[in-house]
C-alpha cells in the first residue's frame, strides 16, 4: 500500500543500547523529518533531509544520527538510549519545495527506554 | 523565543459549536496548519492559513489575523469522533514548522 511506515510500532529497551527507528515512504516526496511527542510538548523536530544524501539538524538532535541513501527510507539511530528518549517518535514527509504543504505522517514508534 | 499558546484541554457537547484558539509569536510568518491527533494515531491535516481571515471546510473553519498573531479553530456540529488532540502549527521566516502542545478536544454526549 502507497502511504508513509514506520516499525517498530512499539519498542522496549534498556539504557545505553542502540535502537533504530525505521521509516518509509512510497510517494517519493523529497522531503522527510523525524519528530519526537511528549506530553505537554509539541511535535518537536530531531532531524529532517531535503532529499537523498541530505539531511540535517533540527531543535533536538543530540543522542540521535539519521543517515538518507535512498529517497524511500530515513532511518533514525538513537547510538546510547537514554531514559530521557522514552517518547513517540513520528516519521513524516512531504513534497519537495521550500512552500508550506501538509506533512503526511506515519503511525508513530513508541519507544520505551527503562 | 518562539512560542505557540493553545489552550490545554477543552470540553463541549455533542452538536454544539467549539472554538480553539491559537495565538503565536513567531520570527516570521509563513502560515498556519491545524492537524487533528486521535489518541495513539497520527496526526492529520486539517487546514491551511496564510492569508487574514476564514477558511471554511464542512463543519470546520479556520480564521487568520496576522496583525494579531491569532488564529483559531471552529468545529460545528460537533459528533463523538471529534474528540481529540488539535495542533496548531506556524511556518516562520526559515520555513520551519513551531508547533504548539495541542488542545484536548472532550465531547460529551
Known amino acids: 500500500d502507497a502511504g508513509i511506515t514506520q516499525s517498530p510500532r512499539y519498542k522496549i529497551t534498556e539504557t545505553g543500547r542502540q535502537v533504530t527507528l525505521m521509516c518509509h515512504q512510497t510517494w517519493s516526496h523529497s522531503y522527510m523529518f523525524w519528530y519526537r511527542q511528549d506530553l505537554g510538548h509539541g511535535l518537536r523536530l530531531i532531524y529532517y533531509s531535503a532529499a537523498a544524501d541530505i539531511t540535517d539538524k533540527g531543535e533536538v538532535p543530540d543522542g540521535y544520527v539519521v543517515s538518507r541513501s535512498k529517497t524511500e527510507n530515513f532511518p533514525l539511530t538513537l547510538e546510547s538510549a537514554t531514559r530521557s528518549q522514552t517518547s513517540v517518535y513520528f516519521c513524516?514527509?512531504?513534497?519537495?519545495?521550500?512552500?508550506?504543504?501538509?506533512?503526511?505522517f506515519g503511525e508513530g514508534s513508541r519507544l520505551t527506554v527503562l | 523565543g518562539q512560542n505557540i499558546d493553545q489552550p490545554t484541554e477543552m470540553t463541549a457537547t455533542e452538536g454544539a459549536i467549539v472554538q480553539i484558539n491559537c495565538t503565536y509569536q513567531?520570527?516570521?510568518?509563513?502560515?498556519l496548519f491545524w492537524y487533528q491527533q486521535h489518541a495513539g494515531e497520527a496526526p492529520t491535516f486539517l487546514s491551511y492559513n496564510v492569508l487574514d481571515g476564514l477558511e471554511e471546510k464542512g463543519r470546520f473553519s479556520s480564521f487568520l489575523s496576522r496583525s494579531k498573531g491569532y488564529s483559531y479553530l471552529l468545529l460545528k456540529e460537533l459528533q463523538m469522533k471529534d474528540s481529540a488532540s488539535y495542533l496548531c502549527a506556524v511556518v516562520d521566516s526559515n520555513y520551519q514548522l513551531i508547533w504548539g502542545a495541542g488542545t484536548k478536544l472532550i465531547i460529551k454526549p
Open positions: 513524516a514527509s512531504k513534497v519537495a519545495g521550500r512552500d508550506t504543504g501538509e506533512l503526511f
Open positions: 513567531t520570527s516570521g510568518f509563513n502560515g
